[in-house]
C-alpha cells in the first residue's frame, strides 16, 4: 500500500471526526503531506480559505505538540475555543492569564495533553531558553506571516526576529500562514524565516461569494442609507463599516445609533478594555454593526459577516481585500460596497508622505484607485492583482451586473480643459465642478471665476457626474492632480490635444447613485414563508442559547454555514445529524440533542428521538468515547438499553472496548457462575438482564479471539 493513500486516509478520518467535514478544501491535503515529510511551508490563501486546519490536522497526526504563533490574543482564545469544542486539545500561553495557569498549560504540553499551543512571537522569543527548549515541538506554524516584511503593509518588527526559530530546531517544521502577500512579500518570509527549500501553497484568491460594488462620490447621507439598507437586509446578522480615520469611524457610530441600530465603535484611540469588549460583543452578535477603523479586523475569526462596507477608499488592494474577505467566510453570499471620492486620495496621499516610505505606497495607492474606477470586472483585476488569471468575467460586480455605457465625452472634455486653463490651473476638482455647473459661492467670485468664458458651461450636468468624468479624464490621462500643490490640476499635453479637437474622448456614462443597486446584486433574503429559511432562523436561536449558556461566541457552536446545511437536511436522528456538514463527533454528541429536537418540533414530530431504533447512534456515541450515562442521557434511555445495545454490538465486532459498561470484577463473577450454571438463574438476583447479556457478549468476542 502506498504511502499518500495511507496518509490521505487518516487525515480524511481526522477531518471527520473532529471538523465534521467530508474532504479537503484545494491545497489543505497537499500542505499536510509536505509537513508530514518534514518540510517547510507557506501558505498563501485568502482570509476564509481554510488555513487553520493546514496545521491544525498536522499537529493531532505528530507525535509531540505544535506552537502556533499569532500576533493577538483575542484571536488565540477564539481559535483556542473553536478546536476545544471540536474535541481537539489546544490552549494558549499569555500574558493575560496569571503564570501559574500559564505553568500548568505548559507542563500539560510536556506530559502529552495539549496538541496545539498558541503563543504570541514575543513571549515565544522571551521563552526560547526556558521552557521552550524542552517541548518536544512538532511543527512551528507562523499565523499572519506578513507581518516579517516590510513590504508587507503591516510590518511588526518582532517578527523578524523569529528567524532563530530555524536555527534552534532545524529539524522542526516551520510553516508560514497569510492572506496578504505580493511576491515580494512571500519571498521575504521564506528568507527572513531561513526556510529550506518550502512547498509555496498559493491557493486560489478568487471568493466568487463575495459581491464587489464601488460608489464613487456619493454624499454622506446616501452612503447612511446604504449602511442602515444592508442592517435591515440581514436583521440577525453584521457587517462592518471601515473608516479613514477614528473621527470617521465615531460619526458613523453616533448616527446609526441615532437611528436605532445597535452600533459598537472600534479603533486605536480606545482603551485596550474598551476594544476587548468592542470586540466581544461583535463576535457574540449581540450588535448588528461594527464601526471602524482597520484596527479592527485582524482578531476576528466570525464566519458569518454578511456585508463590509468602505466608507473610504482603502491604501492598497491587499488591505482593501482583506477586509472584504472577512464578510462571507462561511462561504454564503455576503456584500461589499467601497465609497470613495478624490478628497480620499488626497487624504491618503498626506498620510504617506507623513510616513516616509512614499514609493511603494504610492505605487500602491495608485492600484487601488484604478480598481475603483475600473470599467471592467472588477474581479478580474484582482486576481490579476494576486497573479491569477481569470478566464471571464465573474458577473458578481457592480460593472458586470451594470455595465457602463460609453459616450463621445470630446466636448465635456474640453469644457473642464478649457476652463482649467483659465483659470491659470489653480483649481482643484471640486472648485472646477462649481466653475462648470456656474455655482456663485464667494470663493468663486473672489477669484473672479465667475467672469470666465467656461463658467456655467457644464450646468446640465449635477455635480457628482461632473466629479466622476473628471475622474475619469484623469484616468485617461488628459489632467493630471498636482499633488505637492495644493491638489490643483494641470492639463497635460495630451489633454491639450483634445482641447485643440484633435483627439476623441470617450467617456462611460455616470449613473446617478442609488443605495439599491438597478440590478439587484445579492438575492434578496428569502421570504420568510421558505421554510429552509424559517428553520435556519430558529436553528440560529438555538445557537444563540447553547453559545451563552456555554459562554462561548456562537460560531464556535456551529457556524452559519453548518446550520444552513442542518436546515437543508433536517435531520431527525443522531444519524443523521452527523452527517450535516462541520459536525464532528465532539458536537454532535455535545449539541445533536438540542438542534435535533428543535428540528423535529419544527416538522411537528415528537421532540424527543424515537427510542430504541438506533444501535447505530449507541455506536457513534462510544466511539466519540461518551460514557455509559452520558448516552443514556444524550437518548433519553435507561443505561440497560444502552448495556443492551453495546452487546449487540459486540456480537457484530463493532465495539471491542467494554471498560467502560461492565468493570472487570463484574465481568469474571459473571463468567465464573454461567461456567457452573450455564443457564445463569442464580445471576438474575445480583445483576441486571443488560449486564448478563453484555457479560454474555464479551465471553463470546473473547472465544472468537481465540
Ligand atoms: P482562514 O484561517 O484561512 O481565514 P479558516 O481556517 O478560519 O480560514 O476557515 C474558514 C472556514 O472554512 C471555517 O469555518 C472552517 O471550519 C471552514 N473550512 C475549512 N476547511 C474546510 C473543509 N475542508 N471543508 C469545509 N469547511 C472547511
Ligand atoms: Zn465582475
Redesign the pocket.
Known amino acids: 500500500m502506498n504511502c499518500t493513500s495511507d496518509l490521505r486516509r487518516e487525515a480524511l478520518a481526522l477531518?471527520k471526526k473532529f471538523?465534521g467535514?467530508?474532504?479537503?478544501?484545494p491545497g489543505?491535503f497537499e500542505i499536510i503531506e509536505a509537513v508530514a515529510a518534514g518540510n517547510d511551508v507557506v501558505v498563501l490563501?485568502?482570509?476564509?480559505?481554510?488555513?487553520?486546519?493546514c496545521y491544525q490536522l498536522p499537529a493531532m497526526m505528530k507525535e509531540g505538540c505544535a506552537v502556533v504563533v499569532s500576533p493577538l490574543i483575542a484571536l488565540m482564545e477564539d481559535q483556542t475555543s473553536a478546536l476545544v469544542a471540536n474535541g481537539i486539545p489546544a490552549a494558549a500561553i499569555h500574558s493575560n492569564r496569571d503564570e501559574t495557569a500559564n505553568r500548568e498549560i505548559i507542563e500539560a504540553a510536556y506530559r502529552g495533553r495539549i496538541k496545539l499551543l498558541y503563543v504570541s512571537p514575543e513571549r515565544l522569543l522571551a521563552d526560547l531558553d526556558t521552557w521552550v527548549s524542552h517541548l518536544p515541538v512538532s511543527l512551528f506554524a507562523i499565523d499572519e506571516a506578513h507581518c516579517i516584511s516590510q513590504w508587507g503593509h503591516d510590518f511588526r518588527p518582532v517578527y523578524t526576529q523569529l528567524s532563530v526559530l530555524k536555527q534552534r530546531f532545524p529539524s522542526v517544521p516551520v510553516m508560514a500562514l497569510t492572506?496578504t502577500a505580493d511576491r515580494l512579500t512571500r519571498d521575504d518570509i521564506i528568507t527572513q524565516l531561513g526556510m529550506e527549500n518550502p512547498l509555496r501553497w498559493v491557493g486560489s484568491f478568487s471568493r466568487p461569494n463575495l459581491s464587489l460594488r464601488v460608489v464613487q462620490g456619493a454624499s454622506k447621507k446616501q452612503r447612511v442609507a446604504t449602511v442602515a439598507q444592508m442592517i435591515r437586509r440581514y436583521p440577525n446578522d453584521s457587517g462592518i463599516v471601515y473608516a479613514l480615520s477614528r473621527k470617521g469611524a465615531e460619526d458613523m457610530h453616533a448616527t446609526l445609533c441615532a437611528q436605532g441600530f445597535r452600533s459598537v465603535v472600534y479603533h486605536a484611540g480606545l482603551s485596550a478594555d474598551e476594544r476587548a469588549r468592542a470586540q466581544r460583543s461583535f463576535t457574540n452578535g449581540d450588535v448588528q454593526v461594527v464601526c471602524a477603523t482597520i484596527a479592527f479586523g485582524m482578531g476576528i475569526?466570525k464566519?458569518n459577516i454578511r456585508w463590509v462596507v468602505h466608507n473610504n477608499l482603502p491604501g492598497n488592494i491587499e488591505s482593501y481585500y482583506q477586509e472584504i474577505g472577512r464578510a462571507g467566510?462561511?462561504?454564503l453570499p455576503a456584500e461589499t460596497v467601497l465609497f470613495y471620492s478624490y478628497q480620499d486620495i488626497i487624504m491618503r496621499r498626506h498620510f504617506i508622505e507623513e510616513s516616509g516610505r512614499p514609493l511603494v505606497a504610492t505605487e500602491k495607492l495608485d492600484l487601488m484607485q484604478k480598481y475603483a474606477e475600473s470599467t471592467i470586472c472588477r474581479r478580474r483585476i484582482l486576481l490579476s492583482y494576486f497573479g491569477e488569471t481569470a478566464e471571464c468575467d465573474c458577473g458578481n460586480c457592480d460593472v458586470c451586473l451594470d455595465p457602463p455605457s460609453r459616450f463621445d465625452g470630446t466636448v465635456l472634455a474640453q469644457k473642464a480643459g478649457s476652463a482649467i486653463i483659465r483659470t491659470g490651473q489653480e483649481v482643484g476638482i471640486m472648485t472646477l465642478t462649481d466653475i462648470l455647473r456656474g455655482s456663485v459661492r464667494a470663493e468663486i467670485r473672489q477669484k473672479g471665476f465667475d467672469r470666465i468664458k467656461t463658467f456655467g458651461a457644464g450646468h446640465d450636468l449635477p455635480a457628482p457626474a461632473w466629479t466622476a468624468y473628471i475622474g475619469q479624464m484623469i484616468q485617461l490621462g488628459l489632467f493630471e492632480i498636482a499633488f505637492d500643490e495644493a491638489n490643483h490640476l494641470k492639463v497635460t499635453p495630451y489633454g491639450m490635444r483634445a482641447i485643440r479637437g484633435e483627439i476623441k474622448v470617450e467617456l462611460s456614462t455616470f449613473t446617478p447613485y442609488t443605495h439599491t443597486p438597478r440590478k439587484q446584486v445579492p438575492k434578496e433574503p428569502p421570504t420568510p414563508v421558505d421554510p429552509v429559511q424559517q428553520l435556519f432562523e430558529q436553528l440560529k436561536a438555538v445557537r444563540k442559547a447553547v453559545a451563552a449558556k456555554a459562554q462561548v461566541p456562537a460560531y464556535v457552536v456551529f457556524?452559519d454555514?453548518s446550520l444552513l446545511d442542518m436546515a437543508q437536511k433536517r435531520p431527525s436522528s443522531m444519524e443523521e445529524f452527523m452527517k450535516v456538514?462541520?459536525v464532528g463527533e465532539r458536537k454532535g454528541v455535545r449539541y445533536g440533542k438540542r438542534f435535533i429536537s428543535a428540528i423535529r418540533k419544527f416538522e411537528g414530530m415528537s421532540a424527543s428521538m424515537p427510542q430504541g431504533t438506533s444501535v447505530k447512534e449507541t455506536l457513534i456515541l462510544h466511539n466519540a468515547g461518551v460514557g455509559l450515562g452520558e448516552i443514556a442521557e444524550i437518548k433519553g434511555i435507561s443505561v440497560e438499553t444502552v448495556r443492551s445495545h453495546i452487546a449487540q454490538l459486540i456480537d457484530e465486532d463493532m465495539v471491542t472496548t467494554f471498560g467502560n459498561y461492565i468493570s472487570r470484577t463484574e465481568y469474571e463473577d459473571i463468567a465464573r457462575t454461567l461456567a457452573s450454571d450455564p443457564e445463569g438463574k442464580t445471576l438474575r438476583e445480583k445483576y441486571s438482564f443488560g449486564m448478563i447479556s453484555l457479560a454474555k457478549a464479551i465471553m463470546a468476542y473473547h472465544q472468537r479471539a481465540k
Open positions: 477531518l471538523y467535514y467530508q474532504a479537503f478544501r489543505q490563501m485568502p482570509t476564509g480559505g481554510g488555513k487553520s486546519l492572506a475569526d464566519s467566510r462561511d462561504g457556524s454555514a456538514s462541520g
